[in-house]
């Protein structure tokens, strides 16, 4: 058995989206392939999971809020996201 990668950003830490991030049919309230959340805004680890089959962890990252904004949660991977 692989043992599950570790996170490399932690609970309550501000990330940002390294690249547009666009609904792939996940997100309910948005169509799928629109624009969810543009490259370099930022947001906050909320939760972080993991993805059983392919071993890797997910993280879920409330973007907007710290604009003054009513947040968008959104479901990430590693790749999607950089240190803020």
């Known amino acids: 058995m692989i043992e599950p ?3 490399k950003y932690q609970w309550g830490q501000q990330v ?3 690249t547009d991030l666009f609904n792939d049919g996940s997100h309910p309230e948005v169509p799928e392939d ?3 959340v543009s490259a370099g ?3 906050e680890v ?3 999971g993991h993805h059983e089959e392919a071993n ?3 993280y879920i ?3 907007g809020a710290a604009e003054g904004r009513v947040g968008r949660v959104v479901g990430c991977l590693e790749e999607e ?3 803020a």
């Open 81 to 83: 996201l950089a240190a």
């Open 61 to 63: 990252v409330e973007f």
């Open 41 to 43: 805004t930022t947001g």
């Open 56 to 58: 890797i962890p997910v």
């Open 34 to 36: 629109e624009l969810i």
């Open 16 to 18: 940002a989206a390294a």
């Open 5 to 7: 990668r570790e996170p």
């Open 46 to 48: 909320v939760q972080i």
